[in-house]
């Protein structure tokens, strides 16, 4: 076991880790496969979600050409068509974007970042990522089980999803479906209070919480909402898998299921719909807060100048994680709760809108007055600021209780949630890779590959879902897998639609092309050495590159500033390391009350 | 370089788009007007802090982009900008909310002359139930239906003999008299769903659920299901027309009460209690 957890009172992990304290593996299988390194795991797990997310990518694909040209496609019958919809959400939100955020990068960066020498249970981190993939290989048998997989919608509400009436609804699908997500939630919990625990008891010396780069802070709270939202969907999970396999009745009234009685009584559907958007929402930003953090590095990094007000930034996202579990209910405007439930959801929800905003302003007031370099991290930070504000205005809409009456269940709400919680963190996703690649194989990722994968992605999926927005205005629901002769409905969004699959084809393929490009550099990219980026924080300071295990060598890195010192006045270059003393920091620009003044090393006690 | 343009042609895309384009709403017919007008102005305020947001970063990715020897400038924070900022947000997020919440206090406050009008969904069809010359609905249970009474009305109610039922046809609508729908559903969610009207709402098995509106202008229009309910869920259709007072009184009586369809002799057959009971268990 890595022993840098503290002992007693001694909150202040040594300097120096004698070799027998760390956990050193013994063969091939625990270094490479059983492995308890972070970072080891943190690739397992972005490999794991990317081959899943392949998955979910051609899963779109098939819906674009039956959405684009109905009819055209004999195998996309509805039921493929529900399924394919279901599949490819469930799979984009929970086991691609939440186990690539939080499994990938928040095991890779945060132990980096915080100047730990791995997580603090490193035993439990490996069973994490393991239970993970138990979890994505019982979702994917669900796609060869008799019935095939459950075609639910990724909401899954019942009773429709377990009854006969909806694809795998009788069949083993929505079991799978019920198991694998019962089983990831195992697993992230595992994962989860790792991150959690290292996050407040793994910091190196001098290394404040108000000096932690924004990256950890956006995946810290968002773990931390995760610990918590993700029980509800447990529970919710165990209780339909009761419904469903032992006729009990949490979620199933009286119904007449294709003209029989059924046997259930007294069940409330809309328990389920609580239970399950008490999760979902704070879900969004479970995604979005890691992204929130991760760009403002970007950004920083890029345009070598300090986050603009970095406390403001901190306080946004707690601010926005603690909201985020008071407005559930904006989901369920129509779904016949209350009606005066939506005053209070709607004021809550359109708060959420100020931290959030904050945030907005404050990466684009870092844009300005800085050395912007437009590296590809930086052209997916700047992709993500426009795509992310796109798809939060059109959250005021929705959030906007009667504004949402007319578009709830229309195409307008598939578009503003691809754009805001798709799309978005997706560039980050790209950014970050792009931005740390170098630090995991030592290797840049291909220039001229990047730019075009960059250009055709954002341009692509503006035009994918932009106008989408019109088309749910003109009243097309979601969920439908043909139009067919509506009387509302004119010859022009046949046209459009057929366009927007043309464009998610075009976005497809040029994933493939950044798939390509990661197993191309890993030989043929320039060397990159140890911080191409000239970035400050912990992670490009270490020993080698990719680090090695243990990260820091023989002595970890003591800390003495914020994780934003660019372009200092007086400083020799424009940036000064976070584990770098520096000159005095006498009259320098830490005096002038910026984050950087609070507590050095030398008043915190040390550990001495 | 070329990002700062394309961020300023996003902007002038996504305006003319909204301008220029041919997609937009289907004309209203019902009295949600203000749903429309909040919904415009909510374009507008949205439509102001897009642009601004964007074409600031375009002039920021400009004007400050890397040239040799340029250096950032050190600006950690600036409480007074960062409060600023704060405020107009929630000046702007209050203009948006207070006329949204004023609406939906009218969304959900249902006129006292309002018609009840009951819509019963099953997978994959609609249905509907009008109050009869009682102006009353009778009770129903979802236990109680059977092929002969597909609605599940309880045959002992007296208030339910008289009930309009007209199953898996057109429903009728007369104009400018205000109508609670009320929604139910006999297997899984439904939603009620006429782009025309702007109303809409889930239809949940073992509740019923409601909105209300004021039909405005006499025509056909489609009914569709907004909440997946299964492998027919694109299919659900329905019409509802409106129609004038003249029109929709000689539709009406064309219509068989609930007592006319189920007919004297199986009436006693119904009520048994003992079978519906034992239905149950």
């Known amino acids: 076991m890595v022993d840098v957890t503290p002992h007693g009172a001694d909150l202040i992990p040594p300097a120096e880790v004698g070799e027998m304290d760390l956990y050193h593996p013994h063969s091939w299988w625990t270094k490479y496969v059983f492995s308890q390194d972070a970072k080891v795991i943190a690739i397992q797990y972005s490999g794991t979600a990317l081959a899943i997310g392949l998955v979910a990518l051609v899963l779109s694909w098939l819906m674009r050409l039956q959405l684009g040209f109905p009819g055209t496609f004999d195998f996309i019958t509805p039921e493929a068509y529900y399924q394919f919809m279901t599949m490819h959400g469930m799979i984009m939100v929970i086991y691609l974007l939440t186990a690539l955020f939080l499994g990938g990068f928040g095991n890779y960066l945060i132990p980096l970042m915080v100047g730990a020498r791995d997580m603090v249970f490193p035993y439990v981190n490996m069973l994490s990522y393991w239970i993970y993939l138990l979890a994505v290989l019982v979702l994917v048998a669900s796609f060869f089980a008799p019935g095939g997989p459950t075609g639910a919608g990724w909401t899954l509400y019942p009773p ?31 994962g989860g209070l790792n991150y959690v625990v290292t996050v407040l008891q793994g910091r190196t010396r001098g290394m404040t919480l108000m000096r932690l780069p924004l990256t950890v802070w956006g995946i810290f709270t968002a773990t931390v909402m995760a610990l918590l939202a993700f029980p509800a969907l447990f529970v919710a999970c165990v209780m339909m898998l009761f419904d469903r396999a032992i006729g009990s009745s949490f979620f199933m009234p009286a119904i007449v299921e294709m003209g029989e009685q059924s046997p259930h009584n007294g069940g409330s559907p809309i328990m389920f719909q609580h239970l399950f958007w008490f999760f979902g929402h704070p879900e969004v930003y479970i995604v979005a807060l890691p992204a929130f953090g991760i760009v403002s590095d970007l950004i920083s990094t890029h345009a070598r100048k300090n986050i603009f007000g970095y406390r403001m930034m901190v306080w946004a996202i707690v601010g926005i994680g603690a909201l985020s579990f008071v407005v559930w209910a904006h989901h369920m405007y ?37 050395d912007i370099h437009l590296t590809i991290p930086m052209l997916f930070a700047l992709a993500f600021i426009v795509t992310f504000v796109n798809g939060g205005l059109t959250g005021l809409f929705l959030g906007n209780v009667v504004v ?63 106008p989408m927005h019109y088309v749910g205005l003109v009243g097309v629901p979601r969920r439908y897998p043909e139009l067919g002769d509506t009387a509302f409905i004119p010859p022009s969004v046949h046209t459009l639609n057929e366009f927007i699959t043309v464009a998610a084809l075009t976005v497809g393929f040029a994933q493939l092309v950044f798939l390509f490009n990661l197993f191309w550099s890993i030989r043929h990219g320039k060397e990159a050495g140890d911080n191409p980026w000239r970035a400050t924080t912990l992670e490009w300071q270490t020993a080698g590159t990719p680090p090695p295990h243990g990260n820091f060598g023989k002595e970890l890195p003591v800390v003495y500033r914020w994780a934003y010192d660019y372009s200092v006045p007086g400083a020799p270059e424009d940036f000064i390391a976070q584990n770098d003393p520096g000159p005095a920091t006498q009259g320098g620009p830490a005096t002038r009350g910026g984050p950087a003044t609070q507590g050095g090393p030398a008043t915190q006690g040390g550990p001495a | 370089m070329a990002i700062a343009l394309v961020l300023v042609l996003v902007v002038i895309g996504s305006v ?12 209203i017919a019902s009295n949600w007007g203000y749903i429309d007008s909040t919904l415009v102005a909510t374009f507008w305020i949205t439509g102001a802090v897009f642009s601004a947001v964007v074409l600031f970063m375009a002039y920021c990715v ?80 979802a236990r109680l239906i059977n092929s002969d009474n597909p609605l599940g009305i309880n045959p002992e109610d007296p208030n339910g003999q008289d009930d309009v039922v007209v199953e898996a046809a057109d429903l009728h609508l007369p104009i400018d008299k205000p109508v609670k729908m009320l929604l139910r559903s006999i297997d899984v969610l439904h939603d009620f769903y006429v782009p025309e009207f702007r109303a809409k709402m889930d239809m949940v098995p073992g509740m019923v659920t409601y909105f209300w509106f004021i039909p405005t202008r006499t025509g056909t229009f489609e009914v569709l299901c907004a909440e997946l309910c299964g492998t027919g869920h694109g299919f659900m259709r329905g019409i509802v027309m409106v129609d004038t007072e003249q029109d929709y009184t000689s539709w009406l ?28 268990e």
Not at chain 2, 20 to 27: A, G, I, Q
Not at chain 2, 253 to 269: C, I, M, R
Request: charged share 10%.
């Open chain 2, 16 to 27: 003319l788009f909204h301008v220029l384009s041919p997609w937009w709403w289907t004309p």
């Open chain 1, 160 to 190: 429709q999803a377990i009854l006969s009436g909806t694809p795998g609804g009788t069949g083993p699908g929505i079991i799978l479906m019920l198991v694998s997500l019962i089983l990831f939630i195992i697993g992230f919990t595992m």
């Open chain 1, 334 to 370: 129509v779904s016949g709760m209350h009606p005066y439930f939506g005053f209070f959801f709607a004021t809550t929800t359109l708060i959420i809108a100020v931290p959030t905003a904050i945030k907005v302003y404050n990466w684009v007031l870092t844009l300005w007055r800085g």
């Open chain 2, 253 to 280: 009586q064309q219509q068989s009460t609930f007592a006319q369809l189920t007919g004297p002799a199986k009436v006693g057959a119904l009520v048994d209690p003992a079978k519906a009971t034992a239905k149950m």
């Open chain 1, 404 to 466: 949402d009456v007319p578009l709830s269940d229309t195409m307008f709400v598939v578009a503003h949630f691809h754009m805001v919680m798709g799309v978005a963190p997706i560039m980050v996703v790209f950014g970050a890779v792009y931005h740390w690649y170098p630090k995991m194989t030592g290797r840049m990722l291909n220039e001229w590959m990047g730019r075009f994968h960059f250009w055709v992605t954002f341009i692509g999926a503006y035009l994918i879902f932009f």
């Open chain 2, 62 to 141: 400009y004007r400050f982009r890397h040239k040799e020897g340029r250096k950032a400038a050190y600006e950690p924070e600036s409480k007074k900008l960062e409060s600023w900022l704060t405020l107009i947000t929630a000046v702007g997020v209050a203009a948006m909310l207070a006329p949204g919440l004023y609406v939906w206090g009218q969304f959900v406050t249902v006129p006292k002359d309002a018609t009840e009008v009951e819509v019963v969904a099953q997978q994959w069809q609609w249905s509907y139930r009008l109050p009869g010359a009682d102006g009353k609905l009778g009770t129903s249970n």
